[in-house]
């Protein structure tokens, strides 16, 4: 099995592995976190719950689900290993898919035995909170670029910092600030719901906890991210002559235009499930858009080829090389 089957996989486990998070979202902001009590990897100490609650089969149904991503990340890593050359990108963000899912599993362990879900407004789960998130942002760059790179049959590692990419950098860094801030604003969503807008502006007018204050970040934030993308994607979409560039400049527009809008929508209509969940799930694709974006303008010229190397057995041949007996 070659490359163009390992970029099918790979896009696949991509994929799943965005349902998965976004089911973690939904586990975090319906407070199913504690569903299988503070028992790793058991639930409620039994391998599989009986006459189980809707949170527990909520906290259930993610274990199993994340067990299986890490099993599938597991089998790219190696398969990655055994098909690409030492050094290649594909490889290399497959290890690093391998490494963020298992910190990822890591972060999930620690907040169930501390017990810092479902309503926890503990200072350890507030600090805790933005470097789960980062990590998860991570954790999707890498399975992103591996099917990208392996998609484009790109050969060497692009410098993010050369300077057709540097205009993304800034971009780029902004949204994993602002997914860390939205950690924040989520928790005190969820800790301190409010039946009114009046009631919302209220709580900041009298702040009962220091998850009130820190929620104010993320708006400000998120607002000068958008600035930054919106001023970043049209740059690229008036001045590079790559299609692809262009396209996904115009994605990164779109997406940020819904995020904007979004955001204040959400916070008008108290919070509900479904616009927070979509308002988690845009901002996935965004960053993945932005990763994309980044990559292509990286590349550059030799950067993918047709002599798309990949190892078999101690040699490596291309594929021209491989079809010849």
Same mark, same amino acid.
């Given at each position: 099995?070659?490359?163009?089957? !390992?970029? *099918?996989?790979?896009?696949?486990? $991509?994929?799943? =592995? %965005? /349902?998965?998070?976004? @089911?973690?979202?939904?586990?975090? #902001?319906?407070?199913?976190?504690?569903?299988?009590?503070?028992?790793?990897?058991?639930?409620?100490?039994?391998?599989?719950?009986?006459?189980?609650?809707?949170?527990?089969?909520?906290?259930?149904?993610?274990?199993?689900?994340?067990?299986?991503?890490?099993?599938?990340?597991?089998?790219?890593?190696?398969?990655?290993?055994?098909?690409?050359?030492?050094?290649?990108?594909?490889?290399?963000?497959?290890?690093?898919?391998?490494?963020?899912?298992?910190?990822?599993?890591?972060?999930?362990?620690?907040?169930?035995?501390?017990?810092?879900?479902?309503?926890?407004?503990?200072?350890?789960?507030?600090?805790?909170?933005? !470097?789960? *998130?980062?990590?998860?942002?991570? $954790?999707?760059? =890498? %399975? /992103?670029?591996?099917? @990208?790179?392996?998609?484009?049959? #790109?050969?060497?590692?692009?410098?993010?910092?050369?300077?057709?990419?540097?205009?993304?950098?800034?971009?780029?860094?902004?949204?994993?600030?602002?997914?860390?801030?939205?950690?924040?604003?989520?928790?005190?969503?969820?800790?301190?719901?409010?039946?009114?807008?009046?009631?919302?502006?209220?709580?900041?007018?009298?702040?009962?906890?220091?998850?009130?204050?820190?929620?104010?970040?993320?708006?400000?934030?998120?607002?000068?991210?958008?600035?930054?993308?919106?001023?970043?994607?049209?740059?690229?979409?008036?001045?590079?002559?790559?299609?692809?560039?262009?396209?996904?400049?115009?994605?990164?527009?779109?997406?940020?235009?819904?995020?904007?809008?979004?955001?204040?929508?959400?916070?008008?209509?108290?919070?509900?499930?479904?616009?927070?969940?979509?308002?988690?799930?845009?901002?996935?694709?965004?960053?993945?858009?932005?990763?994309?974006?980044?990559?292509?303008?990286?590349?550059?010229?030799?950067?993918?080829?047709?002599?798309?190397?990949?190892?078999?057995?101690?040699?490596?041949?291309?594929?021209?090389?491989?079809?010849?007996?």
């Amino acid at each position: 099995m070659g490359p163009k089957r !390992f970029s *099918v996989v790979a896009w696949g486990v $991509l994929g799943y =592995s %965005l /349902g998965v998070i976004v @089911w973690g979202y939904f586990l975090r #902001v319906s407070e199913s976190g504690d569903g299988c009590g503070t028992d790793w990897p058991l639930c409620d100490g039994a391998i599989v719950p009986s006459a189980a609650e809707f949170p527990t089969w909520i906290e259930y149904t993610h274990r199993l689900s994340s067990g299986l991503a890490l099993l599938l990340v597991v089998v790219m890593a190696l398969w990655a290993r055994s098909l690409f050359r030492h050094g290649h990108p594909v490889r290399t963000a497959a290890a690093a898919s391998l490494f963020f899912t298992v910190t990822e599993s890591l972060f999930g362990a620690i907040l169930v035995i501390l017990g810092w879900v479902a309503g926890d407004v503990s200072t350890g789960r507030i600090l805790i909170r933005p !470097f789960h *998130v980062t990590n998860t942002f991570l $954790l999707m760059a =890498s %399975l /992103g670029l591996m099917a @990208w790179w392996a998609h484009r049959g #790109v050969q060497r590692l692009p410098s993010f910092l050369e300077p057709p990419t540097r205009a993304v950098l800034p971009a780029g860094f902004a949204l994993l600030l602002v997914a860390a801030t939205g950690s924040w604003t989520g928790l005190a969503g969820t800790a301190f719901p409010v039946e009114s807008v009046g009631e919302g502006i209220g709580q900041y007018l009298e702040p009962s906890h220091l998850l009130i204050y820190l929620r104010t970040v993320h708006p400000a934030v998120a607002l000068i991210t958008i600035i930054l993308l919106f001023r970043m994607a049209s740059v690229v979409r008036s001045s590079s002559g790559d299609p692809v560039a262009r396209r996904l400049s115009a994605i990164v527009l779109f997406l940020a235009g819904i995020q904007l809008a979004l955001g204040p929508l959400t916070i008008v209509l108290l919070h509900p499930t479904a616009l927070r969940l979509v308002h988690l799930w845009t901002a996935d694709l965004l960053w993945l858009s932005i990763l994309f974006l980044g990559s292509t303008l990286a590349e550059g010229p030799g950067s993918t080829s047709e002599r798309s190397y990949y190892r078999t057995g101690d040699s490596e041949r291309s594929p021209r090389e491989a079809a010849t007996p």
